[in-house]
């Protein structure tokens, strides 16, 4: 009981400390198990057993047999089914090539490459040298997403490290099973048949049952067939169902099968979506803290002596400097990524939970039926992990500026609240080159907003996730344009600095709009609107207009007609490569002549100028007279 507890304990506060110092969770979880395992029963304990022992070895230990493994199975089962519901079509629109390369010729590369390196740096046999390299083909999107939170990128960049993550995990297991299969079987002619047969199999029966499942699942959620308190705990029986049945009929195709009905799931018309995502997140970080600690806890002394030695380091630095740069560059031939783009991508591929799983479960295998070599498998697996994810968080940061794939300004726009009004501002922004994104509560508002070919997100303002999600990261606006004056204001309080490194805006309110003083109104996206006003401008006239401006004096007289017809409202002002919101604009103190106002309303025509013109010439009239009275005053006075 006190160790089930200390691990759960031990591993919540690894993910506090990782949280606090902006680290992937797996470093200090994988210390954690070092310690409290092989390290405690060489150096700590007064009898050399272990303070935490995973497996039972006749006196203590949590796991009976080959119980681990079978929760380490289903554990990894939900990490990779919530992997999938984070898998949105939409955001592989510029990169699906390079995706779909980096999964199968980059894996190729890899496998071939890492398995050739340590059969002859090792001396392994052939077999161990395959399942080895089939299992760090993997790249662990619980490692990645931490690392790219901090790191403001191009979305290209963050997407195809976070599908690569997600997709690559069950392929990399279907390699080693499939060499596993190889040893198991002894090679030679029979392994053919039996290859091509399980890998027919794992395929068919993980893309059945997933995509079936996830249709029967959405299906039952949207016809209210299970009551709200259930549907957690129903999914998540659902996907450990999906995850065995598949498993039944086919060995190892179960994580294809939950990472299908992920994906699925997550690009269909589930109701509910977002508060399923947030319950498995959470049990994910859960599962994750207990996971790394007793696999890491799990290893022997003696199995981390057969790394000390320079074979380890070589390795270790031809896979990582070689091998990976070899896959990502060979996978992007003819893609839109930059040089310095391909760069980072090679330098950025931490290994997660799925090879460390795996890892153990084929490593004690392979251990009982006494195959030379079997010794190396986990401690040399886990090397690769705890060294990837150790270089990766300390250094990704400092490379993204040496390669300058950094992003020094975030300009993409972030629009809080996904109404019509929003759209139409959103998508004339699009079309001028802006990197856009909405968010919103309502699904309707969103789904509209994705026909428009728009990007958006179905989040709540206040989920405490948002300042998470990569896809943000070079957001550099933040304007608000949703109808609740508490959302508003709690989106520029809470978020402006994550999200309005060139400004924060929003609607006015009412009351604002009545009793605000100018001072108090340059924080408002528009100074003398609010969101009624906004929907009417809108309903009136649904088209955003553009007129150009060629002096200050014309600058000034559009305002006073647009703050004059109230269903009409300035939004942005072009001048040049420069396109900026009016506060934003006003602040720079940029010249205002040669510039584009485009605004929501009425039109205005060109009357304008005219008047500017009669008014110029009504003051060269008035000048003399003007003079006249001044001098006879002064005279009087004299």
Do not use: C
Not at 191 to 212: M, N, V
Request: charged share 20%; glycine share 8%; proline share 3%.
């Amino acid at each position: 009981m006190i160790e089930l507890a200390g691990i759960i304990i031990l591993g919540i506060l690894a993910q506090w400390v990782a949280w606090k110092f902006k680290i992937p969770a797996i470093l200090p979880l994988i210390l954690i198990g070092l310690l409290v395992g092989p390290i405690a029963a060489a150096y700590l304990s007064e009898d050399g057993s272990k303070w935490i022992e995973p497996v039972w070895n006749g006196e203590k230990g949590l796991f009976p047999g080959d119980s681990l493994y079978y929760f380490v199975s289903l554990a990894i089962s939900i990490i990779l089914f919530e992997g999938g519901l984070t898998l949105k079509r939409n955001e592989i629109k510029n990169v699906g090539p390079v995706i779909t390369k980096l999964i199968t010729l980059g894996s190729a590369i890899t496998f071939f490459g890492s398995g050739i390196l340590a059969h002859y740096i090792f001396d392994l046999s052939w077999e161990i040298s395959f399942l080895f390299a089939g299992l760090i083909i993997v790249t662990g999107p619980t490692v990645i997403t931490p690392i790219l939170r901090n790191i403001p990128l191009k979305k290209d960049v963050s997407t195809v490290l976070k599908w690569e993550g997600i997709l690559i995990d069950p392929i990399g297991a279907l390699v080693a099973v499939l060499v596993f299969e190889f040893i198991s079987v002894g090679g030679g002619g029979g392994f053919t048949k039996t290859a091509l047969i399980e890998f027919g199999k794992i395929l068919l029966f993980g893309t059945t049952f997933g995509f079936t499942f996830a249709h029967a699942l959405t299906y039952a959620v949207n016809k209210k067939m299970i009551p709200h308190y259930l549907l957690n705990v129903v999914s998540l029986s659902t996907v450990l169902l999906v995850f065995v049945e598949s498993e039944v009929f086919a060995h190892e195709s179960g994580l294809l099968a939950v990472v299908v009905m992920g994906m699925v799931l997550g690009n269909g018309k589930l109701k509910n979506l977002k508060e399923l995502l947030y319950f498995k997140e959470s049990l994910s970080v859960l599962l994750i803290s207990i996971l790394f600690i007793l696999l890491a806890a799990n290893i022997n002394i003696s199995d981390l002596m057969l790394l000390y030695t320079w074979k380890t380091a070589a390795l270790f630095a031809i896979i990582v400097f070689v091998i990976r740069p070899l896959a990502v560059f060979g996978s992007t031939v003819n893609s839109k990524l930059q040089f310095n783009e391909k760069l980072f991508i090679s330098w950025v591929g931490p290994r997660g939970i799925v090879a460390a799983g795996i890892a153990s479960l084929f490593g004690s295998k392979l251990l009982k039926q006494g195959v030379d070599g079997a010794e190396y498998i986990t401690p040399l697996v886990f090397m690769i992990v705890l060294g990837t994810v150790l270089l990766n968080a300390t250094t990704a940061r400092l490379f993204a500026k040496m390669v300058g794939v950094f992003l020094k300004s975030s300009n993409a726009i972030l629009f809080i609240g996904a109404s019509k009004p929003s759209r139409l501002i959103a998508s004339y922004l699009r079309d001028k080159g802006k990197r856009v994104v909405l968010i919103d509560s309502n699904k309707t508002f969103i789904e509209k907003a994705i026909e428009d070919d728009l990007e958006a997100i179905n989040v709540n303002i206040y989920d405490d996730d948002l300042t998470d999600n990569i896809e943000l990261n070079d957001v550099g606006y933040l304007i608000a344009l949703t109808g609740n004056d508490a959302v508003n204001k709690y989106a520029l309080s809470n978020f402006a600095e994550a999200f309005g490194e060139h400004g924060a805006f929003r609607l006015a309110s009412s009351l604002e709009v009545i009793n605000a003083t100018s001072e108090e109104r340059q924080g408002f996206f528009t100074p003398k609107d609010d969101y009624i006003n906004l929907s009417e401008a809108f309903r009136e006239n649904p088209t955003i207009k553009e007129v150009s401006i060629s002096s200050e004096e014309e600058y000034e007289k559009i305002f006073e007609i647009l703050a004059n017809e109230e269903k009409s409202i300035p939004l942005f002002i072009e001048k040049e490569e420069g396109l900026y919101l009016i506060p934003e604009f006003e602040k720079l103190d940029i010249e205002k002549n040669g510039i584009i106002l485009s605004y929501l309303g009425k039109d205005v025509g060109e009357d304008y100028k005219v008047e500017i013109e009669q008014e110029k010439v009504e003051i060269e009239d008035e000048e003399p007279l003007i003079e006249t009275t001044v001098d006879s005053v002064g005279d009087e006075e004299m």
